[in-house]
């Protein structure tokens, strides 16, 4: 009896009926798990503005004809940013807020890139 019932279920499950199912209702319970965790990007939501803007100033600050010009760029960019954090922060960045800053910098430098305006 329970041969017949372990050989109708497997049956079952080689079905590409079923393993669509099986992988939709994956997706889905992975979805409503991971969707209750919000993305956390404090410094990025709050100095998104002040981040573009020393974007643009480190990018006309820096000359062209500089070697490693874009490893300058980023670094004098990230130092005006941290010491921007810091002063209206009145605290020290940790050294995973500064890694988060950098982050966040670097995807600022990449939507103003892509939008033309550097």
């Not at 500064?98 to 103003?112: G, K, W």
């Amino acid at each position: 009896m329970w041969d017949q019932v372990q050989e109708l279920l497997i049956a079952l499950l080689n079905t590409s009926a079923m393993q669509l199912l099986i992988l939709a209702l994956i997706s889905y319970v992975g979805g409503k798990l991971f969707g209750k965790f919000p993305k956390v990007k404090k410094f990025y939501d709050q100095y998104r503005g002040e981040m573009i803007r020393i974007v643009k100033l480190v990018e006309t600050e820096i000359p062209d004809g500089t070697s490693n010009k874009a490893l300058h760029r980023l670094d004098l960019a990230l130092q005006y940013t941290i010491r921007l954090i810091e002063k209206r922060e009145n605290r020290a960045l940790s050294e995973k807020e500064v890694a988060e800053v950098r982050s966040n910098l670097s995807e600022v430098h990449h939507e103003v890139e892509s939008a033309g305006v550097l």
